[in-house]
């Protein structure tokens, strides 16, 4: 029931079988071109996709296999068409087949009768029990599924939780408005006292002012009249005494009129933060009343779901229970036949084809505890029911189940394999009905007690899920973009890496004038050691020597003076890509700067191609020209020296032009492979070299402009 199918573990062998091929082939990729060292070719746009996928269907495929199991859920085990045959009192039980699958009418258990009154007091005893647990069973509740009742109670207890939390909301709020009421009349208050502390200064000020300036008019008046000898100074001083009394009143309650107003103003921007703050408060426990009576009613509704779905329930729990009792009156009524004198040989047999799930071993001594002699049921009916929310829900994937059963019932935990039968979705959830084949135990538990408690493990198909659905599809477009790739690899002649193939070799033959001497340098990542690459061989050992060029790729000799009016093509030929090439114009350029030979044809070829290959040819360049960092003392002869001698090829003034062009090209090649990493040494040659330019153009007799002109080139870098 829950094992994988044969067609699962084949398809997960075949996709583990694959994703190991590709991760091989990939190791195998990397390991070439570790061996093939730095002129390996650049990682491509194809093989970055290739691995992304490839490594987007792991990712999915282990999705898939780790969201294959659900958490456990509790859960309840039960029996739709029980059949228990219980003991007869004063009735020897026999067993009349022992087979475990029994079809309808096969005799199951012979009753024989005793004999004497023993056998009746017996009878008698036990129809007064079953009379007593007919009444017991009548009172006892209906035993709803434990899952939905659990349900139910966890709704119930969130919506009185939201109740509640509503309630402390409103009654915050509430208090936050009688607070805001009590501040706003105790700032009142305070206004108020300050504004009429405010007007009595007021109202005291204008006399004093008035008083003040008629006093001054008299003191002026005396002041006047004692210049002039007809009036004492003791009378003018009382006057200024006066004066000055009234003065210092009036500065006093100015003094207090401001104060009055700065707490005039203090006790408006307290009232403002005040309503802010309680504004402020009072709105968000209102967004919170509102937030809460909308949780209010999405907790009714989920109450309201799930009493629906446990009134859905209740037809089955009655049933149970009306099953119950008619195997008690079925007991009652026996016991009445034997005590008429009749039923003193009786057979029991099965009622429908089924499976006997549990027998007493000894049906001559009944139980202790009045268990059945022996319950049978029909395949598949044995159920338990288990439920998953929406999201969780793959309506795609076939699910699997495991039965739990705990070691209350067998003693030790035990796991049974079980099978999903139906699937009911519903109110946003999908309850799944689980059928299993229990242990004995757990079967005369069910028929005793009617329910067994276990414990439900869902497992989706990894086969079936969306997530394994995508990682198929994601993997097959990963192989068809390998497929490809090898097929245009074919068609275009590349290298297993990507790589074009290198030119077929030439004969050896001595290279032309100005032509790199393959004897004289090894590029580096060609099995080179780091003084080999840049064109110095160790001791002991001799210069690894490259296949000379063919003829398309020869350099020109020393430069001429119609050198810059030579053409480069228009189009970035197949030979120009060839990296071997390439890295040959960069050792080529490395050697002339060296020897302080530097050729501004060359340096116009690197610059030209890589201003067209771009980040490709420069690294491929770079590579030519070696990781060893180069002395700047020797770019700057090799600079200067190709600054004078393309000047001195155009005296006086028409070769400044051509050699301000070819030193800022140079300036831009050597930025570009990197080979001067600190940039204080280029900006330093490029201040020197127009410096030295525009001297030469004075000396010459051009103009300002004129010389700003032929310095451009280098004035742009």
């Known amino acids: 029931m829950g094992t994988p199918d044969f067609s699962t573990i084949l398809i997960l062998g075949a996709l583990v079988g694959l994703l190991f091929v590709a991760i091989g082939y990939g190791q195998l990729v990397w390991l ?22 490839l490594i987007a269907s792991g990712v999915c495929l282990a999705r898939a296999v780790t969201s294959r199991t659900f958490p456990e859920q509790e859960a309840t085990l039960t029996g739709e068409d029980l059949f228990a045959v219980q003991p007869r009192v004063g009735l020897n039980a026999t067993y009349e087949t022992r087979a475990n699958l029994v079809r309808k009418d096969d005799v ?40 939905m009742v659990r349900r139910v109670d966890q709704a119930k207890s969130q919506l009185r939780e939201r109740e509640q939390r509503q309630k402390q909301v409103l009654s915050e709020r509430d208090s936050i408005a009688r607070e805001a009421t009590q501040q706003r009349l105790a700032v009142d208050n305070r206004r108020y006292r300050a504004e009429q502390d405010e ?45 000055t009394d009234l003065e210092g009143r009036i500065a006093e309650l100015e003094d207090r009129r401001a104060l009055l107003q700065r707490e005039l103003e203090g006790i408006k921007s307290l009232h403002e933060q005040s309503e802010r703050t309680f504004t402020g408060q009072g709105a968000s426990r209102s967004e919170e009343n509102t937030k809460i009576l909308s949780d209010i009613a999405d907790a009714r509704k989920l109450v309201e779901a799930t009493t629906r779905m446990l009134e859905q329930d209740r037809p089955r729990a009655e049933a149970q229970r009306e099953k119950r009792l008619a195997q008690i ?22 009622p429908f084809d089924g499976r006997v799930g549990f027998r007493e071993p000894s049906p001559s001594s009944p139980p202790a505890d009045n268990g059945p002699l022996l319950v049978m049921y029909r ?35 035990r796991t049974i394999n079980a099978e999903v039968l139906q699937r009911t979705t519903a109110h946003g959830e999908t309850e799944l009905l689980i059928a299993c084949d229990p242990p004995e135990r757990v079967v005369r538990q069910v ?27 994601l993997g097959a477009a990963a192989f068809a973009l390998a497929g490809y790739r090898s097929i245009r690899r074919r068609i275009s002649g590349e290298g297993p890496l990507g790589t074009p193939q290198p030119p077929p070799q030439a004969p050896p033959h001595a290279p032309p004038s100005g032509g790199i001497d393959p004897g004289h340098f090894a590029p580096g990542g060609l099995g ?46 197949p030979d120009e890509r060839d990296p071997l090439y390439l890295k040959r114009l960069g050792a080529r350029l490395r050697q002339d700067i060296e020897a302080t030979n530097l050729s501004p044809f060359i340096v116009r070829r690197v610059h030209t191609l890589i201003g067209r290959g771009g980040f490709h040819t420069s690294a491929m360049v770079a590579v030519g020209f070696g990781e060893v960092p180069i002395d700047h003392l020797e770019v700057a002869r090799a600079l200067f020296d190709m600054h004078n001698r393309t000047v001195e090829a155009q005296p ?20 570009a492979v990197g080979a001067d990493k600190p940039t204080g040494t280029l900006d330093g040659l490029r201040s020197e070299l127009i410096s030295a330019t525009l001297t030469l153009a004075q000396r010459g007799g051009a103009s300002s402009e004129n010389a700003g002109m032929l310095v451009k080139p280098l004035m742009e870098v």
Do not use: Y
């Open 108 to 147: 199951l258990i012979r009753f024989t009768g005793r004999d004497g009154e023993e056998g009746q007091v017996a009878i008698k005893s036990r129809k007064a029990i079953l009379e007593g647990e007919l009444e017991i069973e009548r009172a006892r509740p209906l035993e709803f599924d434990p899952e």
């Open 32 to 53: 070439q071109r570790q061996a093939k060292g730095p002129s390996g070719a650049a990682v491509s746009g194809a093989s970055i996709l290739f691995w992304l996928i």
């Open 379 to 413: 395949p598949g009916k044995m159920t338990a029911s288990a439920h998953l929310d929406a999201d969780e829900d793959d309506a795609g994937a076939d699910l699997g189940a495991e039965i739990i059963i705990g070691a209350e019932l067998l003693g030790r935990e």
């Open 199 to 243: 007007r009595a200064a007021e109202r005291e000020l204008k006399p004093l002012q008035a008083s003040l300036e008629t006093e001054k008019a008299e003191l002026e008046s005396q002041e006047s009249l004692l210049r002039q000898g007809m009036l004492s100074k003791m009378e003018v001083a009382r006057q200024r005494d006066k004066v």
């Open 528 to 573: 080179a050691s780091p003084a080999q690459a840049q064109g110095h061989p160790t001791p002991g050992s001799t210069p690894r020597a490259l296949p000379p060029l063919p003829a398309q790729h020869q350099l020109p000799g020393p430069l001429d003076g119609n050198a810059f009016a030579r053409p480069v093509g228009d189009g970035l030929s």
């Open 652 to 671: 006086p003034l028409g070769g400044l032009g051509p050699a301000a062009q070819a030193c800022a090209e140079f300036i831009q090649v050597m930025r």
């Open 447 to 473: 028929a005793m007690s009617g329910a067994a408690p276990v414990r439900v493990r869902l497992k989706r198909s990894v086969a079936s899920s969306l997530a394994f659905k995508l990682s198929m599809l």
């Open 329 to 350: 009156q079925v007991q009652i009524h026996e016991c009445d036949e034997l005590l008429s004198g009749q039923g003193r040989h009786a057979q029991v047999v099965a």
